[in-house]
């Protein structure tokens, strides 16, 4: 499994471990197997349509195979990034800055699908030959794959000592995943020992981006991502 070291500002560096091409094809086998079912499903459920004419066959056939066509879209966009595959093998799209791809990137490596997937497999052979395992669709939206799985249990990474009396500022922090946590607590560090004020101020807009912030209550980035990390813990903790 390679490496993908992600750069912030100020050339702080973040590193993940790339999903391998044998796991990507895996999910990619697991979803196909759904979509597969789906359509012997839709073939035994509607066979009464065949004695239709030709044109009504082919508009009904049509719109039940959007499913298909649409599944890793619509899975990957409300998932943030997983489809059943992929969560099933623990992977999933990112941007390559390390945060949550938009409906935008989606949708250009869902249509890069067409050069990837049908003809000869192409992506599978040039994620073989890249460094960070990116297909053609993932270097078109500048995406790539990660693996979620860690050798070292990712609570030992994220964990914050919090008071018995302490209270949460911003419930929201629960849209974020673990390693989301991780990636952010370990910029953070980084950035705040080396004084990296703008990585901090990105850093902070993407929080509040991602986790849908309308007011921030603290006075500086440095208070804001402390807040971020122990609202997180003091949630999932209590999950």
């Given at each position: 499994m390679s490496e993908l070291q992600i750069n912030t500002t100020q050339n702080v560096k973040i590193t993940f471990n790339a999903a391998g091409a044998g796991e990507r094809l895996l999910a990619f086998i697991i979803d196909m197997a759904i979509k597969i079912g789906y359509m012997l499903v839709l073939n035994w459920t509607f066979g009464a349509f065949?004695?239709?004419d030709q044109w009504s066959q082919?508009?009904?056939n049509t719109v039940l195979s959007f499913p298909v066509m649409l599944y890793t879209l619509v899975l990957e966009s409300v998932l943030q990034?997983?489809?059943i595959g992929k969560r099933i093998l623990k992977i999933r799209v990112v941007k390559i800055d390390g945060y949550q791809a938009s409906f935008s990137d989606y949708v250009v490596r869902w249509f890069f699908r067409i050069v990837d997937v049908y003809i000869f497999g192409l992506g599978f052979f040039v994620m073989l030959f890249?460094?960070?395992?990116?297909r053609i669709g993932d270097m078109a939206a500048g995406t790539a794959v990660i693996a979620l799985k860690n050798n070292v249990n990712i609570s030992h990474t994220i964990l914050e000592n919090l008071k018995d009396n302490y209270k949460p500022t911003y419930p929201n922090v629960i849209k974020l995943s673990d390693n989301d946590a991780r990636i952010i607590k370990e910029t953070f560090q980084v950035a705040r020992v080396a004084r990296d004020y703008q990585t901090l101020i990105k850093l902070r807009q993407k929080i509040i981006e991602v986790v849908g912030i309308k007011t921030v209550i603290q006075s500086n980035d440095v208070e804001f991502i402390d807040v971020i990390l122990k609202d997180y813990n003091f949630y999932t903790q209590s999950m």
């Amino acid at each position: 499994m390679s490496e993908l070291q992600i750069n912030t500002t100020q050339n702080v560096k973040i590193t993940f471990n790339a999903a391998g091409a044998g796991e990507r094809l895996l999910a990619f086998i697991i979803d196909m197997a759904i979509k597969i079912g789906y359509m012997l499903v839709l073939n035994w459920t509607f066979g009464a349509f065949d004695n239709m004419d030709q044109w009504s066959q082919i508009a009904i056939n049509t719109v039940l195979s959007f499913p298909v066509m649409l599944y890793t879209l619509v899975l990957e966009s409300v998932l943030q990034g997983q489809t059943i595959g992929k969560r099933i093998l623990k992977i999933r799209v990112v941007k390559i800055d390390g945060y949550q791809a938009s409906f935008s990137d989606y949708v250009v490596r869902w249509f890069f699908r067409i050069v990837d997937v049908y003809i000869f497999g192409l992506g599978f052979f040039v994620m073989l030959f890249n460094k960070k395992a990116q297909r053609i669709g993932d270097m078109a939206a500048g995406t790539a794959v990660i693996a979620l799985k860690n050798n070292v249990n990712i609570s030992h990474t994220i964990l914050e000592n919090l008071k018995d009396n302490y209270k949460p500022t911003y419930p929201n922090v629960i849209k974020l995943s673990d390693n989301d946590a991780r990636i952010i607590k370990e910029t953070f560090q980084v950035a705040r020992v080396a004084r990296d004020y703008q990585t901090l101020i990105k850093l902070r807009q993407k929080i509040i981006e991602v986790v849908g912030i309308k007011t921030v209550i603290q006075s500086n980035d440095v208070e804001f991502i402390d807040v971020i990390l122990k609202d997180y813990n003091f949630y999932t903790q209590s999950m």
